[in-house]
C-alpha cells in the first residue's frame, strides 16, 4: 500500500469524506490514483472551482458526507487561494489536499524555486487557513485528524504532500507512533448560565433572536418547533437564512446592510437582540455601528472570543460558547419565562405590512424583467426541497438576499464574506452533487464570466441546475458606484466601456444546454413553471435593465476629506417621510427628526 492509499481510506473511513473535487496534475499523481479507487472523483476546469465545490458541498449535505480539493503543486495552488480565502472567512469547513515536489527538490529558505512548479504553498495560505502543514515525512493518520481538529471554529485545513511521500511504501509502524490529542469540548448545553440574559428577556418589551450561520442546520431542524414556540421574533443574517422559513411564526426578516426595511426598522428599536453564531460584522451592523440597535441590551454569542472583543458594535455580554449548545439551552430555559410582548408583535405585522421587499420606488424599463418580480415569483414557485445559490456578490446577489422569501426545509448557502464575483456556478455544483435536489442558482453576468468555463463541469455532470443569469451588460453595482459617487465617470463596468461579454445563447449551445431568454414580465409566471420543470441543466438568460433601481438600500457620502460616511441601518433610501417616522420608527423619531 503506498502512504497515498493509506492516507486516503482513512479519510473516507474515519472522517467521512465520500468525493473528490480536482484538477488532474503531474506533482498529485499518487494521490489522484488513490482517491478514483475510493472516492468519487468530479473533474472541474479550474482549481478555484474545486475549493468552492468542495465548501459548498459540506455546507449542503445532510447526511453527513464531505467533500475535499485535490490539486496540484504551483499554480494549482494558487489558483485555488480565493477558494480558501471564502471558507476562512465564513468558518466553513474545507480540506484541501495540494501536491509538492519530492521533497529532495523542495528548495531552501534561500532559494526561490527549485523543483519544476514549485512554490510554498503552505506558507501562502497559513493565514487563510485554521491548520496549514506540510507532510515531508509519513505521519499516522491520527496526526493528520490532529489538523483537521486543531480548531474550536470551523475553516480550511490545507495539507501539502510532497510526491515522494505521496508515492511511498507504507510504513506499517508509523501508525503506532502517535496518540491523537482531542480538541477541548465546549460546555454541555445544559452548564451555561443565562441566569443575566433570562433576567433581561423578562423585562424585555420589544426582543429579537437574531439567528446566523454558526447555528447548524440541523440543529435548526431538531429546534424548530420550539422556535416556533418560543414566541420570540426571530431573524435571520444572511448565512443563517435557510435556519428559519419566511413560512413560519414570528419570522421577522433579514436585517443587513442591504436588507429588508422592516427588519431594520424593527431590529434598530428593539430594546433586547440574543444574536447567535453571528459575528455582528458591519455588514450585519451597518457602517455605522455606533448607531446599530442604539436602544438594546445586546447579548452576541460566538465561538470566536476576539469576534466577541473586537469592539464594534457595543454589546451588554459577550458569551463564547458553540452557538447550537447555546440556543438549545436558550430555548430549555426560557420556557416558563411569560413573555409581555404583545404591542410589539402587533407592531412588527404592521411594519411588514406596510414595507413589501420590493419597494415602490423600484422602476424598471419596458422590455425588462424586475430581478424582484422574478424573486417574488421564485419565491413562490421553489419547493421546501429546493437549493438556492444566490453567488456572493452584486446586484443579482444583494436582490436575492433582500428580496428571496424562503420556505422551511430549503437549503441556501452563499458566500458573502469575501464576496468575490464568479462564485455561484461552483458552488452550485457541489451542492446539486451533495444534495441531489434542484439546485437554483442566480449570478450577475460580469460574475458569471469570470468562471463560466465550469459549465463544462455542469453538461459533463448533467447536474439539475437551473442556471439563471442577470443579464445586464456588466457589472451593475460597480456601474451604480461610479454613478453616484463620480458623476457617471463610468470605466470598465459594462460593454460600452470595454468589458468583453458574450452572447449568453451562444456559450449555452456550446456546451449543450437547453436555454430560455426571459424578457416579459408577463408570461414570467408561465416560463418560470416550465423552467422549473425541465430535467436536467438549463441556462437561463435574464434580460435586466442597465439602470434598474436597487432600492431599498443604505446610502453613503464622500466626506470632504475623503472618507466615507453612511446612514444606520433604519435610515434607508428612498427617505420616510415625517408621518412614516413618527407612525413606524416611534423609539427614534425625535431622533431622526431632531437631525433633520
Known amino acids: 500500500m503506498k502512504y497515498a492509499e493509506y492516507l486516503l481510506e482513512n479519510l473516507a473511513r474515519k472522517e467521512n469524506y465520500s468525493h473528490c473535487y480536482f484538477v488532474a496534475g503531474g506533482n498529485t499523481m499518487h494521490l489522484l490514483d488513490a482517491a478514483r479507487k475510493i472516492f468519487k472523483c468530479i473533474p472541474v476546469v479550474n482549481e478555484v472551482a474545486a475549493g468552492i465545490a468542495a465548501e459548498y458541498f459540506n455546507e449542503a449535505n445532510k447526511e453527513g458526507k464531505k467533500a475535499f480539493a485535490l490539486v496540484t503543486a504551483g499554480p494549482g495552488l494558487t489558483n485555488i487561494v480565493t477558494a480558501i480565502a471564502g471558507a476562512y472567512l465564513e468558518s466553513r469547513e474545507l480540506l484541501v489536499i495540494g501536491g509538492q515536489v519530492k521533497t529532495s527538490d523542495l528548495k531552501s529558505s534561500e532559494m526561490r524555486q527549485r523543483g519544476i512548479q514549485e512554490i510554498d504553498g503552505r506558507a501562502i495560505v497559513e493565514t487563510i487557513t485554521v491548520s496549514s502543514k506540510l507532510i515531508d515525512a509519513q505521519v499516522p493518520f491520527s496526526r493528520i485528524q490532529d489538523f483537521l481538529n486543531s480548531s474550536k471554529r470551523p475553516g480550511p485545513v490545507f495539507l501539502e504532500i510532497p510526491l515522494d511521500v505521496q508515492g511511498s511504501s507504507l510504513d506499517h509502524t508509523v501508525e503506532a507512533s502517535h496518540d491523537a490529542s482531542k480538541c477541548p469540548e465546549s460546555l454541555a448545553a445544559e452548564e451555561i448560565n443565562l441566569d443575566r440574559l433570562l433576567n433581561d428577556l423578562k423585562l424585555s418589551e420589544r426582543p429579537v433572536l437574531l439567528i446566523g450561520g454558526g447555528v447548524s442546520r440541523s440543529l435548526a431542524k431538531k429546534l424548530n418547533k420550539d422556535l416556533q414556540q418560543c414566541g420570540i421574533p426571530i431573524m435571520t443574517t444572511w448565512n443563517g437564512m435557510d435556519r428559519y422559513g419566511s413560512d413560519l411564526p414570528n419570522y421577522w426578516g433579514r436585517p443587513n446592510t442591504w436588507g429588508q426595511r422592516s427588519a431594520n426598522i424593527l431590529l434598530q428599536q428593539s430594546d433586547l437582540i440574543i444574536a447567535v453564531g453571528s459575528r455582528l460584522g458591519l455588514q450585519q451592523t451597518g457602517f455605522a455601528w ?20 473586537k469592539g464594534h458594535p457595543k454589546i451588554k455580554q459577550g458569551i463564547q460558547e458553540n452557538a447550537d449548545n447555546f440556543l438549545e439551552s436558550l430555548l430549555k430555559q426560557s420556557r416558563n419565562i411569560e ?77 458573502k464574506g469575501l464576496a468575490s464575483m464568479g462564485y455561484g456556478l461552483s458552488g452550485a455544483i457541489g451542492a446539486a452533487e451533495s444534495t441531489q435536489s434542484r439546485t437554483i442558482l442566480i449570478e450577475g453576468d460580469g460574475g458569471f464570466a469570470q468562471n463560466l468555463q465550469e459549465l ?10 437551473k442556471v439563471f443569469v442577470f443579464s445586464n451588460s456588466g457589472y451593475a453595482s460597480i456601474r451604480m458606484t461610479q454613478k453616484n459617487y463620480f458623476a457617471g465617470a463610468y470605466l470598465g463596468c459594462d460593454i460600452e466601456t470595454g468589458l468583453g461579454l458574450p452572447d449568453w445563447k451562444h456559450i449555452a449551445a ?12 408577463e408570461s414570467l409566471k408561465q416560463d418560470l413553471g416550465q423552467i422549473l420543470e425541465e430535467n436536467g441543466p438549463c441556462f437561463v438568460e435574464v434580460k435586466i435593465d442597465p439602470d434598474q433601481t ?29 408621518h412614516e417616522i413618527k407612525e413606524f420608527l416611534p423609539h427614534l423619531a425625535s431622533m431622526i427628526l431632531g437631525n433633520r
Open 290 to 309: 455606533e448607531q446599530f440597535a442604539p436602544l438594546a441590551n445586546i447579548y452576541q454569542v460566538d465561538i470566536d472570543r476576539e469576534e466577541l472583543e
Open 339 to 415: 413573555l409581555k410582548i404583545n404591542t410589539w408583535l402587533s407592531f412588527g405585522e404592521s411594519v411588514q405590512k406596510a414595507f413589501p421587499l420590493n419597494d415602490a420606488g423600484n422602476v424598471t424599463a419596458t422590455g425588462y424583467i424586475s430581478p424582484f418580480h422574478l424573486m417574488d415569483e421564485l419565491s413562490n414557485q421553489l419547493a421546501s426541497t429546493d437549493v438556492l445559490i444566490p453567488c456572493s456578490s452584486g446586484g443579482a446577489f444583494t436582490v436575492t438576499m433582500q428580496a428571496f422569501s424562503p420556505k422551511y426545509g430549503q437549503t441556501i448557502v452563499t458566500n
Open 456 to 465: 463544462g463541469t455542469v453538461a459533463a455532470q448533467d447536474l439539475n441546475i
Open 510 to 521: 456550446a456546451y449543450g444546454l437547453k436555454y430560455l431568454r426571459l424578457t416579459s414580465p
Open 550 to 578: 436597487y432600492f431599498p438600500k443604505i446610502t453613503s457620502r464622500i466626506l470632504p476629506n475623503g472618507t466615507m460616511a453612511s446612514n444606520p441601518l433604519h435610515l434607508m433610501s428612498p427617505d420616510l417621510s415625517e
